[in-house]
């Protein structure tokens, strides 16, 4: 390993002193203790009772939290939870360091198949949407649904907004950034990530932006936030390396579960140019195709997405009695 590389840091060996999560209005948190993983599970209590249950995955950088503009608008269709993956969050590093797409994807099904809630309406974004895809390839039992909002799939040609994200793999990169911006605040960074993630950063509300101040200064506090940056960025490169039948693209086409693809036209991260394909690719897809929007459709546009959701649980006949009585009342 260079010496200008972070090193691993474990679970077991991590004790920072940050401060506590935000959960808003609805929301509940708890741990889930696993073999080899700890995580966060941000959940809703549901609206009626018998709702299929929902799981979401966030994207590199991200959090549970990023789902919460969404999740109160499927209270009536879903059992909604969210989690964080290992070293994300408020979840601990994994005691294997494990930041792999395959190694985020392993967590996914070890909680479901812990929790018993499977087959899930599973939504991903980001890192979370290639974490999902695999899951959705090579365990189908767990998967009713299957949600991508601007997957992290291999392209040939990265946009070069999307270059700094890449190097951050590189051995020493992270270190070296870290050096590099010291002296930037929490506020600098947030409307950086701002600028990046949304079509228009001026949606964001004064609200929200403090509260994403906060989040950020919690998160810099923690001694492996850098590490597991760069671990899981390198994780997204090496699976766009992959050929075969571990390849994203090919386990995509192994998808079965009913996929509605989402991408935004400002997308800075991942190419607008890549939703044809990925409507190719998935056998059984739907593709809403937002221009103004950016990385985290979820977040700009819950209320679209959520239509179209509803739209794809219906177009499947998988939306349940209970289900649309919920989504009812919910609207009135």
């Not at 767990?142 to 601007?150: A, F, K, N, Q």
């Not at 394909?277 to 950016?294: E, I, N, Q, V």
Request: proline share 7%.
């Amino acid at each position: 390993m260079s010496s200008t590389e972070l090193p691993s840091v474990l679970a077991t060996s991590v004790a920072p002193k940050v401060s506590s999560v935000r959960v808003a209005a609805g929301e509940r948190l708890r741990t889930v203790g696993l073999p080899g993983i700890t995580l966060t599970v941000r959940s809703r209590p549901p609206a009626v009772e018998g709702l299929p249950p929902a799981l979401y995955v966030h994207g590199l950088g991200g959090s549970s939290q990023n789902w919460s503009a969404l999740m109160p608008l499927l209270d009536g269709l879903v059992d909604s939870e969210a989690i964080d993956l290992p070293g994300f969050g408020d979840s601990p590093p994994p005691d294997d360091g494990d930041y792999s797409v395959t190694g985020h994807a392993r967590a996914v099904i070890r909680y479901l198949d812990a929790a018993e809630r499977g087959p899930v309406h599973l939504f991903g974004n980001s890192l979370g949407g290639a974490v999902s895809t695999r899951v959705a390839a090579v365990r189908p039992d767990l998967v009713r649904t299957l949600t991508l909002v601007s997957p992290a799939l291999p392209e040939l040609r990265v946009q070069r907004s999307a270059v700094p994200t890449a190097l951050l793999a590189l051995p020493g990169v992270a270190a070296l950034f870290t050096s590099f911006t010291k002296g930037w605040t929490a506020e600098q960074r947030v409307r950086g990530v701002t600028a990046l993630c949304y079509g228009d950063p001026g949606m964001v509300t004064p609200e929200g932006f403090r509260n994403a101040v906060e989040e950020m200064e919690r998160r810099l506090a923690l001694p492996y936030f850098w590490d597991v940056m760069a671990r899981s960025a390198r994780g997204i490169v090496n699976a766009y390396t992959l050929g075969g039948q571990h390849g994203l693209w090919r386990q995509a086409e192994r998808v079965l579960a009913p996929t509605l693809l989402v991408y935004g036209g400002r997308d800075q991260l991942v190419s607008y140019r890549m939703a044809q394909r990925a409507a190719r690719a998935f056998r059984d897809s739907r593709l809403l195709t937002l221009p103004d929007a950016g990385h985290v459709a979820m977040m700009e546009y819950p209320e679209t997405m959520a239509t179209a959701f509803r739209e794809l649980l219906a177009d499947t006949g998988k939306l349940t009695d209970s289900g649309a009585i919920g989504a009812t009342g919910a609207r009135s």
